[in-house]
Protein backbone atom coordinates (compact mmCIF):
# COMPACT_ATOMS: atom_id res chain seq x y z
CA UNK A 1 0.00 0.00 0.00
CA UNK A 2 1.28 3.09 -0.94
CA UNK A 3 1.64 5.91 1.94
CA UNK A 4 0.63 8.71 -0.69
CA UNK A 5 -2.87 9.36 -1.33
CA UNK A 6 -3.48 9.82 -4.75
CA UNK A 7 -5.70 12.15 -6.65
CA UNK A 8 -8.91 10.49 -6.22
CA UNK A 9 -8.75 9.85 -2.49
CA UNK A 10 -7.82 13.63 -2.43
CA UNK A 11 -10.93 14.32 -4.28
CA UNK A 12 -13.44 11.52 -2.15
CA UNK A 13 -12.34 13.06 1.19
CA UNK A 14 -12.97 16.24 0.47
CA UNK A 15 -16.04 16.04 -0.94
CA UNK A 16 -17.28 13.52 1.54
CA UNK A 17 -16.16 16.47 4.09
CA UNK A 18 -18.07 19.00 1.89
CA UNK A 19 -21.52 16.71 2.31
CA UNK A 20 -20.70 15.22 6.05
CA UNK A 21 -20.59 19.53 6.59
CA UNK A 22 -23.63 20.01 5.43
CA UNK A 23 -25.53 18.57 8.17
CA UNK A 24 -23.72 19.96 11.00
CA UNK A 25 -25.91 20.25 13.50
CA UNK A 26 -27.57 16.69 13.19
CA UNK A 27 -28.15 14.53 16.42
CA UNK A 28 -25.83 11.78 17.83
CA UNK A 29 -26.90 8.78 15.44
CA UNK A 30 -26.67 7.20 11.83
CA UNK A 31 -27.44 9.94 9.43
CA UNK A 32 -29.85 7.85 6.87
CA UNK A 33 -30.46 11.47 5.66
CA UNK A 34 -26.94 12.54 4.13
CA UNK A 35 -26.12 8.65 3.54
CA UNK A 36 -28.54 9.28 0.98
CA UNK A 37 -26.55 12.41 -0.48
CA UNK A 38 -23.52 10.58 -0.50
CA UNK A 39 -24.63 7.42 -2.00
CA UNK A 40 -26.67 9.22 -4.90
CA UNK A 41 -22.92 11.28 -5.59
CA UNK A 42 -22.05 7.88 -6.45
CA UNK A 43 -18.93 8.30 -3.22
CA UNK A 44 -20.10 4.94 -1.87
CA UNK A 45 -19.77 3.01 -4.94
CA UNK A 46 -16.48 4.40 -6.12
CA UNK A 47 -13.77 1.93 -4.66
CA UNK A 48 -15.38 -0.77 -6.51
CA UNK A 49 -14.89 -0.04 -9.64
CA UNK A 50 -10.91 -1.01 -10.24
CA UNK A 51 -10.68 1.69 -12.95
CA UNK A 52 -11.04 4.78 -10.69
CA UNK A 53 -8.22 3.77 -8.69
CA UNK A 54 -9.18 3.87 -5.16
CA UNK A 55 -6.72 2.54 -2.88
CA UNK A 56 -6.70 1.63 0.64
CA UNK A 57 -4.49 4.50 1.52
CA UNK A 58 -7.22 7.04 0.41
CA UNK A 59 -10.00 4.55 1.96
CA UNK A 60 -8.25 5.85 5.31
CA UNK A 61 -7.91 9.60 4.39
CA UNK A 62 -11.98 9.47 3.76
CA UNK A 63 -12.03 7.38 6.91
CA UNK A 64 -10.65 9.70 8.91
CA UNK A 65 -12.92 13.02 7.53
CA UNK A 66 -15.42 10.77 8.57
CA UNK A 67 -14.88 10.22 12.26
CA UNK A 68 -14.64 13.88 12.66
CA UNK A 69 -18.57 14.40 12.60
CA UNK A 70 -20.56 13.84 15.93
CA UNK A 71 -23.01 11.93 13.15
CA UNK A 72 -22.37 8.77 11.26
CA UNK A 73 -23.24 6.87 7.72
CA UNK A 74 -21.64 3.71 6.31
CA UNK A 75 -19.35 5.45 3.77
CA UNK A 76 -16.23 3.70 5.56
CA UNK A 77 -17.80 -0.10 5.21
CA UNK A 78 -19.30 0.73 1.84
CA UNK A 79 -16.10 1.49 0.33
CA UNK A 80 -14.30 -1.48 2.09
CA UNK A 81 -17.05 -3.85 0.49
CA UNK A 82 -16.95 -2.29 -2.58
CA UNK A 83 -13.02 -3.35 -2.58
CA UNK A 84 -13.45 -6.65 -1.44
CA UNK A 85 -16.60 -7.83 -3.00
CA UNK A 86 -18.65 -8.10 -6.16
CA UNK A 87 -21.60 -6.25 -5.24
CA UNK A 88 -24.11 -4.71 -7.38
CA UNK A 89 -24.42 -0.39 -7.06
CA UNK A 90 -27.95 -1.06 -5.78
CA UNK A 91 -26.89 -2.86 -2.74
CA UNK A 92 -24.09 -0.30 -2.47
CA UNK A 93 -25.88 2.10 -2.62
CA UNK A 94 -28.16 0.89 0.26
CA UNK A 95 -25.09 1.18 2.62
CA UNK A 96 -22.84 -2.35 3.51
CA UNK A 97 -21.41 -3.18 7.23
CA UNK A 98 -20.11 -6.41 7.10
CA UNK A 99 -19.45 -9.14 10.11
CA UNK A 100 -16.77 -8.79 12.47
CA UNK A 101 -16.10 -11.20 15.10
CA UNK A 102 -16.27 -9.48 18.89
CA UNK A 103 -14.40 -12.10 21.40
CA UNK A 104 -17.71 -14.82 21.36
CA UNK A 105 -19.73 -13.14 19.42
CA UNK A 106 -20.47 -12.18 15.40
CA UNK A 107 -21.31 -8.03 15.12
CA UNK A 108 -21.72 -5.66 12.31
CA UNK A 109 -20.82 -1.95 14.00
CA UNK A 110 -22.42 1.27 12.19
CA UNK A 111 -25.99 -1.28 11.66
CA UNK A 112 -28.67 0.83 10.94
CA UNK A 113 -32.25 0.05 9.10
CA UNK A 114 -31.58 -0.27 5.68
CA UNK A 115 -27.99 -1.09 5.76
CA UNK A 116 -26.83 -4.49 4.05
CA UNK A 117 -24.77 -6.78 6.18
CA UNK A 118 -22.47 -8.97 4.71
CA UNK A 119 -20.80 -12.08 5.75
CA UNK A 120 -17.17 -12.77 5.25
CA UNK A 121 -17.69 -13.84 1.81
CA UNK A 122 -20.00 -10.86 1.17
CA UNK A 123 -23.42 -12.93 0.66
CA UNK A 124 -26.41 -10.41 2.46
CA UNK A 125 -26.57 -11.85 5.56
CA UNK A 126 -30.70 -12.02 5.55
CA UNK A 127 -31.85 -12.84 9.11
CA UNK A 128 -32.57 -9.88 11.01
CA UNK A 129 -29.71 -9.07 14.23
CA UNK A 130 -30.52 -10.59 17.46
CA UNK A 131 -30.59 -7.46 19.09
CA UNK A 132 -29.45 -3.92 18.48
CA UNK A 133 -26.90 -2.27 21.03
CA UNK A 134 -26.37 1.27 21.63
CA UNK A 135 -23.77 1.92 23.58
CA UNK A 136 -22.60 4.41 21.12
CA UNK A 137 -25.32 6.51 19.47
CA UNK A 138 -23.00 6.81 16.67
CA UNK A 139 -22.13 3.29 16.34
CA UNK A 140 -25.17 1.07 16.88
CA UNK A 141 -24.12 -2.39 16.81
CA UNK A 142 -25.98 -5.28 15.24
CA UNK A 143 -25.29 -8.49 17.48
CA UNK A 144 -25.60 -11.77 14.58
CA UNK A 145 -25.94 -15.34 14.93
CA UNK A 146 -22.74 -16.71 15.91
CA UNK A 147 -23.50 -19.36 12.62
CA UNK A 148 -22.50 -15.94 10.60
CA UNK A 149 -18.62 -16.53 9.41
CA UNK A 150 -17.10 -12.58 9.88
CA UNK A 151 -14.43 -11.18 7.76
CA UNK A 152 -10.91 -12.72 8.43
CA UNK A 153 -7.51 -12.42 6.55
CA UNK A 154 -6.62 -9.48 3.88
CA UNK A 155 -10.01 -7.68 4.73
CA UNK A 156 -10.01 -8.07 8.74
CA UNK A 157 -6.60 -5.94 8.39
CA UNK A 158 -7.45 -3.42 5.87
CA UNK A 159 -11.02 -3.22 8.18
CA UNK A 160 -8.50 -2.48 11.19
CA UNK A 161 -6.77 0.30 9.69
CA UNK A 162 -9.72 1.95 8.48
CA UNK A 163 -11.46 1.94 11.59
CA UNK A 164 -8.23 3.10 13.42
CA UNK A 165 -8.59 5.90 11.04
CA UNK A 166 -12.02 6.96 11.74
CA UNK A 167 -11.05 7.13 15.57
CA UNK A 168 -7.94 9.28 14.46
CA UNK A 169 -11.08 11.32 12.55
CA UNK A 170 -12.54 11.59 16.59
CA UNK A 171 -9.62 12.68 17.83
CA UNK A 172 -9.37 15.54 15.49
CA UNK A 173 -12.53 16.59 16.53
CA UNK A 174 -12.29 16.68 20.10
CA UNK A 175 -8.68 18.12 19.61
CA UNK A 176 -10.26 21.40 17.32
CA UNK A 177 -12.60 21.50 20.06
CA UNK A 178 -10.51 21.78 22.90
CA UNK A 179 -7.99 24.32 21.34
CA UNK A 180 -10.92 26.25 20.98
CA UNK A 181 -12.80 26.11 24.07
CA UNK A 182 -9.06 26.98 25.46
CA UNK A 183 -8.95 29.93 23.88
CA UNK A 184 -12.28 31.28 25.02
CA UNK A 185 -12.77 30.03 29.09
CA UNK A 186 -11.17 32.37 30.93
CA UNK A 187 -9.93 31.84 34.61
CA UNK A 188 -8.60 34.34 37.11
CA UNK A 189 -9.03 36.64 34.39
CA UNK A 190 -7.47 35.21 31.35
CA UNK A 191 -8.08 32.50 28.76
CA UNK A 192 -6.95 29.27 30.18
CA UNK A 193 -4.65 28.81 27.14
CA UNK A 194 -2.47 30.49 28.81
CA UNK A 195 -1.71 27.81 32.28
CA UNK A 196 1.03 25.63 31.36
CA UNK A 197 -0.68 22.50 33.02
CA UNK A 198 -3.54 23.29 29.68
CA UNK A 199 -1.03 23.63 27.29
CA UNK A 200 0.76 20.68 28.18
CA UNK A 201 -2.68 18.40 27.79
CA UNK A 202 -3.48 19.91 24.49
CA UNK A 203 0.57 19.17 23.30
CA UNK A 204 0.41 15.89 24.44
CA UNK A 205 -3.14 15.06 22.82
CA UNK A 206 -1.99 16.74 19.55
CA UNK A 207 1.50 13.80 20.23
CA UNK A 208 -1.22 11.00 20.88
CA UNK A 209 -3.18 11.86 17.96
CA UNK A 210 -0.23 11.74 15.73
CA UNK A 211 1.30 8.64 17.05
CA UNK A 212 -2.17 6.86 16.56
CA UNK A 213 -2.51 7.87 12.79
CA UNK A 214 1.07 6.65 12.23
CA UNK A 215 -0.25 3.18 13.95
CA UNK A 216 -3.12 3.33 11.19
CA UNK A 217 -1.04 3.69 8.63
CA UNK A 218 1.85 0.89 9.57
CA UNK A 219 -1.72 -1.48 10.52
CA UNK A 220 -2.27 -1.27 6.61
CA UNK A 221 1.66 -1.81 6.09
CA UNK A 222 2.47 -4.60 8.01
CA UNK A 223 -0.91 -7.16 8.01
CA UNK A 224 0.82 -9.66 10.11
CA UNK A 225 1.25 -6.98 12.81
CA UNK A 226 -2.09 -5.11 12.41
CA UNK A 227 -3.84 -6.22 15.82
CA UNK A 228 -1.11 -4.52 17.42
CA UNK A 229 -1.13 -1.76 15.55
CA UNK A 230 -4.78 -1.29 16.18
CA UNK A 231 -4.97 -2.29 19.56
CA UNK A 232 -1.53 0.55 19.71
CA UNK A 233 -3.93 3.30 17.90
CA UNK A 234 -6.94 3.03 19.75
CA UNK A 235 -5.03 3.03 22.98
CA UNK A 236 -3.68 6.50 21.81
CA UNK A 237 -7.27 8.04 20.60
CA UNK A 238 -8.68 7.33 23.77
CA UNK A 239 -5.60 9.24 25.09
CA UNK A 240 -5.72 11.71 23.46
CA UNK A 241 -9.56 12.41 23.57
CA UNK A 242 -9.30 12.06 27.58
CA UNK A 243 -7.11 14.97 27.62
CA UNK A 244 -9.25 16.94 25.48
CA UNK A 245 -12.10 16.14 28.34
CA UNK A 246 -9.71 17.41 30.72
CA UNK A 247 -9.20 20.79 28.64
CA UNK A 248 -12.98 21.16 29.47
CA UNK A 249 -12.53 20.54 33.27
CA UNK A 250 -16.24 19.63 34.89
CA UNK A 251 -18.06 20.18 31.98
CA UNK A 252 -15.77 17.87 29.56
CA UNK A 253 -18.23 14.85 29.46
CA UNK A 254 -21.91 16.57 29.60
CA UNK A 255 -24.45 16.41 26.55
CA UNK A 256 -24.07 19.60 26.16
CA UNK A 257 -20.34 19.49 25.20
CA UNK A 258 -20.84 16.54 23.27
CA UNK A 259 -17.55 14.96 23.31
CA UNK A 260 -18.58 11.56 24.84
CA UNK A 261 -19.89 10.77 21.56
CA UNK A 262 -16.36 10.70 20.05
CA UNK A 263 -15.01 8.86 23.31
CA UNK A 264 -18.16 5.86 23.17
CA UNK A 265 -17.15 5.60 19.34
CA UNK A 266 -13.43 4.58 19.80
CA UNK A 267 -14.45 2.56 23.18
CA UNK A 268 -16.75 0.70 20.57
CA UNK A 269 -14.47 0.23 17.82
CA UNK A 270 -11.72 -0.61 20.07
CA UNK A 271 -13.93 -3.31 21.43
CA UNK A 272 -14.04 -5.16 17.86
CA UNK A 273 -11.15 -4.44 16.88
CA UNK A 274 -8.69 -3.64 19.36
CA UNK A 275 -8.87 -5.11 22.36
CA UNK A 276 -9.83 -8.72 21.38
CA UNK A 277 -7.80 -9.02 18.31
Known sequence: MSTVVEEVGTLVAENVHEILESAAGSPAAPNAKIWSVLAEGGWGTISAD?????????????????????????????LLAGRWFE???????????PALR??????????SEGVMVVDGSGAPVEAAPLSVESFSLLTPVALLSGATAEIHGSQLVEARAAYVAVAVGCADAVIEQSVAWAQTREQF????????????????????????????IAAAHEPERSARWARQGFSLVRTAIELGIQVHGGVGFTWEVGIQHFLNQVIELDSILGETQ
Open 102 to 111: RGTEIVAPYY
Open 87 to 97: LDEEQLAAGVV
Open 189 to 216: GQPIKGFQAVRHHLADAHIAREQAWTAA
Open 50 to 78: PENGMELRDILEVARISGRFPYSTPIVST
